[in-house]
């Protein structure tokens, strides 16, 4: 992907709990998601979740210019839902071997701080944990770069297989950091 191309996508400064291991071209191929991460079925439910808001949105929309009740209704059902899925979800986000990395992501690509070196073109399974939002993802990734610096290394890894709603994450996630932004800059006003 060219740089200017890269450079299109909002970029931000996220922590996440991360563990990635090593795998080859063969292990992405035979499946969606890496599998050898110790994770129960609710790992990803939050993400299934956002998929299905996505459609139920678009069903609302309909339902409500014709049927108001119903829309809210159907609305109250989903929150609902929503509410017993992240309480399923956080419960089971457990940090275990994963440790708290400042990441930069992007909607294609992420950069993190890495102990172990990895050479450029060779593959990682990734498990990333975005405890504030109650989601866990299960990506594959390409290593782009990997320099060192006076701490381990610097990573940069373009993801692969990206299912849709992590765009959604990712929004959400620019949306909360855009948020804070603008609170640090209120309260800067206030100081002066």
């Given at each position: 992907?060219?740089?200017?191309?890269?450079?299109?996508?909002?970029?931000?400064?996220?922590?996440?709990?991360?563990?990635?291991?090593?795998?080859?071209?063969?292990?992405?191929?035979a499946s969606e998601q890496p599998e050898r991460f110790n994770v129960s079925?609710?790992?990803?439910?939050?993400?299934?979740?956002?998929?299905?808001?996505?459609?139920?949105?678009?069903?609302?929309?309909?339902?409500?210019?014709?049927?108001?009740?119903?829309?809210?209704?159907?609305?109250?059902?989903?929150?609902?839902?929503?509410?017993?899925?992240?309480?399923?979800?956080?419960?089971?986000?457990?940090?275990?071997?994963?440790?708290?990395?400042?990441?930069?992501?992007?909607?294609?690509?992420?950069?993190?701080?890495?102990?172990?070196?990895?050479?450029?073109?060779?593959?990682?399974?990734?498990?990333?944990?975005?405890?504030?939002?109650?989601?866990?993802?299960?990506?594959?990734?390409?290593?782009?770069?990997?320099?060192?610096?006076?701490t381990g290394f610097e990573l940069s890894i373009k993801l692969m297989k990206?299912?849709?709603?992590?765009?959604?994450?990712?929004?959400?996630?620019q949306m909360r950091q855009s948020r804070l932004e603008a609170l640090d800059?209120?309260?800067?006003?206030?100081?002066?």
């Open positions: 992907m060219a740089t200017h191309e890269r450079r299109s996508y909002y970029r931000i400064n996220y922590p996440v709990a991360l563990e990635y291991h090593a795998v080859d071209m063969g292990t992405i191929l079925p609710y790992f990803t439910l939050e993400l299934r979740l956002a998929e299905l808001e996505t459609e139920m949105s678009r069903i609302l929309t309909q339902v409500n210019d014709t049927q108001p009740h119903a829309a809210n209704t159907l609305d109250l059902l989903n929150h609902k839902v929503e509410l017993i899925g992240r309480t399923l979800a956080v419960g089971d986000l457990v940090v275990e071997d994963a440790h708290i990395v400042d990441a930069n992501i992007s909607e294609s690509d992420m950069s993190f701080p890495s102990n172990e070196s990895f050479s450029d073109k060779s593959f990682l399974a990734l498990k990333l944990i975005f405890a504030s939002d109650a989601l866990g993802l299960l990506l594959y990734g390409e290593v782009i770069r990997c320099e060192a610096n006076e990206m299912p849709e709603s992590c765009r959604s994450i990712h929004s959400r996630a800059r209120d309260d800067e006003d206030l100081r002066h």
